[in-house]
């Protein structure tokens, strides 16, 4: 069983910055394939960026190319998505999510995530 927890997330002006962060359990979280996605209140899920676990080769949605970073750290076990330039639309919940496929691969679609973590909020005023 694999545990995922966000944090990170909170209130800030367009414009502004945040830095969420993805804490997993598991000894083997180097060989796991994650994302974040995004769900904005009454709208269907969404892909934000994903980073594989072998060469971290990373790919971003198009409204968040240029803004926002994906990284990791295999040592603490951590993922995180840097935030900037944030947009009023860029409000929503954020999970992150992580997929047990051996082939280092980048996934869009959330169906191929086993794991998910509970969400953290993010909200930004214009």
């Known amino acids: 069983q694999v545990q995922l927890v966000e944090s990170g997330g909170g209130l800030v002006q367009a414009g502004g910055s945040l830095r969420l962060s993805c804490a997993a359990s598991g000894r083997t979280f180097s060989s796991y394939n994650m994302g974040w996605f995004r769900q904005a209140p009454g709208k269907e899920r969404e892909f934000v960026a994903a980073?594989?676990?072998?060469?971290?080769?990373?790919y971003y949605a198009d409204s968040v190319k240029g803004r926002f970073t994906i990284s990791r750290d295999n040592v603490e076990n951590t993922m995180s998505l840097q935030m900037n330039s944030l947009e009023p639309e860029d409000t929503a919940v954020y999970y992150c999510?992580?997929?047990?496929?051996?082939?280092?691969?980048?996934?869009?679609?959330?169906?191929?995530?086993?794991?998910w973590g509970q969400g953290t909020q993010v909200a930004v005023s214009s």
């Open positions: 999510a992580s997929s047990h496929d051996r082939r280092p691969r980048i996934y869009y679609s959330g169906d191929e995530y086993e794991y």
């Open positions: 980073i594989n676990w072998r060469d971290s080769n990373t």
